[in-house]
């Protein structure tokens, strides 16, 4: 364990994998609850024209995936909310156009070909260097901060739409916002798992929390914590198993979510029942 430390990319991927492990399922909680889990994998895909972007026009692809992601996620939000297309309707739009743009500038870029999208289709969390951290330390602290001061406000929003729109709320900027705060967290997932996979880590740690708490707050604490320990042991067993960096972190929190969904239902049996009299 301690040539993990000894090594310089070792250390910027573990700081990486916790910032992702603690952002990603702190943003897929709102996600979740407001039963859109796929909009990950539909900006996934969008951020894939960022990254191509950024290679046809030379410049960092964290950042133009950042401002094609984002505004993929609001295009998505305003479809859904003015028009008549379903919201699975929509991300269908977004999945197609997304993959087909991505593919279509890769290809128009000199020299580029589809496996320079590799990294970031699957994940390279160990090719992080010292400038990539900061960025990722810098969205992810971005995304925390805005969640922190706009928490209650898009808890009321996830959980009904109309109810926050009778307390007054402005629910078209709060879904424009948690829109957007979803783009910027797929950036910053996507070095550790991939675009492909992006989804999963602002997912599956939510589902494995929601089987062993009862409150919002408490899912997305077990949320967290179980994104950490999945992208932390992931990195780790990548590292000495020697394989593939994303895979073993999406796989090891869909263990935890067999474990704690295999717990939960044995928690609640052993709980006595309320009389009916």
Do not use: K
């Not at 705060?181 to 070095?191: D, E, F, P």
């Amino acid at each position: 364990m301690i040539e993990l430390f000894a090594l310089d990319f070792m250390r910027y991927a573990l700081a990486a994998a916790v910032l992702v492990g603690l952002t990603a399922p702190a943003v897929g909680t709102f996600i979740v609850q407001r039963r859109l889990a796929l909009l990950g994998d539909g900006i996934g895909h969008v951020a894939l024209t960022g990254v191509a972007l950024g290679f046809l026009t030379g410049t960092a692809p964290v950042l133009t995936a950042v401002v094609v992601a984002a505004l993929g996620a609001v295009a998505i939000e305003l479809v859904r909310a003015r028009g008549r297309t379903s919201g699975d309707v929509a991300l269908a739009l977004l999945f197609y156009g997304g993959l087909a743009g991505g593919v279509m500038l890769i290809y128009l870029t000199p020299g580029g070909s589809t496996a320079s999208l590799n990294t970031y289709l699957f994940g390279a969390i160990t090719s992080v260097t010292g400038a990539d951290l900061w960025v990722i330390a810098l969205l992810a602290v971005l995304v925390l901060g805005v969640l922190a001061v706009f928490g209650r406000e898009l808890f009321v929003l996830c959980q009904d739409e109309e109810v926050a729109r009778a307390a007054g709320l402005p629910t078209r900027f709060l879904g424009l916002l948690i829109a957007v705060v979803a783009a910027v967290t797929v950036v910053v997932a996507m070095r550790a798992v991939g675009l492909l996979l992006v989804s999963a880590l602002m997912v599956v740690p939510v589902a494995t929390g929601q089987q062993l708490a009862r409150s919002f707050r408490a899912t997305m604490a077990l949320a967290m914590l179980f994104g950490v320990l999945a992208t932390v042991g992931g990195l780790t067993s990548s590292f000495y198993l020697d394989v593939p960096s994303g895979a073993a972190i999406v796989l090891l929190a869909l263990a935890g979510f067999a474990v704690a969904l295999t717990v939960g239902r044995f928690v609640r049996r052993s709980r006595p029942r309320e009389s009916t009299i």
